[in-house]
């Protein structure tokens, strides 16, 4: 398994933001849902080192991140919620600053490669800044790949994206997880029907759902994800 998590927690001084929660991810596409707060975001922080645990660990691609997160960190890409890009700098620019930092071997000829999986072709020459939301993300998401890392962390990727790039883009996410293990946080559930093979549902810092598509809906007597969502996170 390239994640495996153990009673990993985040308080955030009196408040409990992720309580003690433990899954495993492997290849494919693992929706990470729960409403406005549930502690999804912070999950991921963790997950990427950018925010210390307060109780718990947890190893991506086999690297501790307490005591490995320079190794955890080159096996991730991460798509954070914010999308921070250099707004200055041009496309191609601003992913051959990202190549040099991962040592990327023949720069150019990924560069391409990425430009080309993300539909970012026709606006390549532009400055990031100039670019519509829909295209930003898709730079946000090229940075991500770049490295090919074996772990992408995705933080709703696709808000913003009009119906057109949607399709692209999930049936990228897809694809990116037939041989990598990928977190997809979204509050689509379209998308989570479209794109994800296992689910997890997170509520007030605790999973309540982590199953299958198909065994989330067994259980729940075939309703739709809608329905058991709203049941599970009002319980
Ligand atoms: N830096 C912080 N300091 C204090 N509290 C925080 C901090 N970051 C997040 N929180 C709190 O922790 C809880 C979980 O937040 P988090 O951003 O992880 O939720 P989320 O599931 O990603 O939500 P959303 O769907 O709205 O993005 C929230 O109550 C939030 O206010």
Redesign the pocket.
Same mark, same amino acid.
């Given at each position: 398994m390239s994640i495996q998590v153990a009673a990993l927690t985040k308080i955030? *001084?009196q408040?409990k933001?992720v309580n003690a929660i433990s899954f495993e991810a492997g290849t494919g596409v693992l929706g990470f849902l729960?409403?406005?707060?549930? *502690?999804?975001?912070?999950?991921m922080k963790m997950l990427t080192c950018y925010l210390p645990p307060s109780e718990g660990t947890a190893t991506v691609a086999g690297f501790d991140i307490g005591t490995h997160p320079l190794e955890v960190k080159r096996s991730i890409g991460y798509l954070p919620?914010s999308n921070p890009l250099y707004t200055d700098m041009y496309v191609k620019e601003a992913l051959g600053f990202v190549a040099g930092i991962h040592h990327i071997h023949e720069p150019e000829k990924r560069i391409a490669e990425v430009i080309e999986q993300t539909g970012l072709g026709p606006e390549q020459h532009k400055k990031i800044g100039q670019l519509s939301k829909g295209y930003r993300q898709r730079v946000g998401l090229a940075q991500a790949i770049l490295h090919d890392p074996q772990v992408l962390i995705l933080d709703e990727p696709t808000s913003g994206l009009d119906p057109n790039q949607l399709v692209g883009i999930r049936q990228l996410i897809s694809d990116l997880g037939k041989t990598k293990t990928v977190i997809l946080?979204t509050?689509i559930m379209q998308e989570v029907e479209a794109v994800c093979n296992n689910v997890i549902i997170?509520n007030k810092g605790n999973i309540v759902a982590n199953d299958t598509l198909a065994g989330l809906r067994n259980k729940n007597g075939d309703a739709s994800l809608e329905s058991i969502f709203i049941k599970l996170t009002n319980a």
């Open positions: 955030y *001084g408040q933001a729960g409403p406005n707060g549930a *502690g999804k975001s912070t999950t919620e946080s509050h997170i």
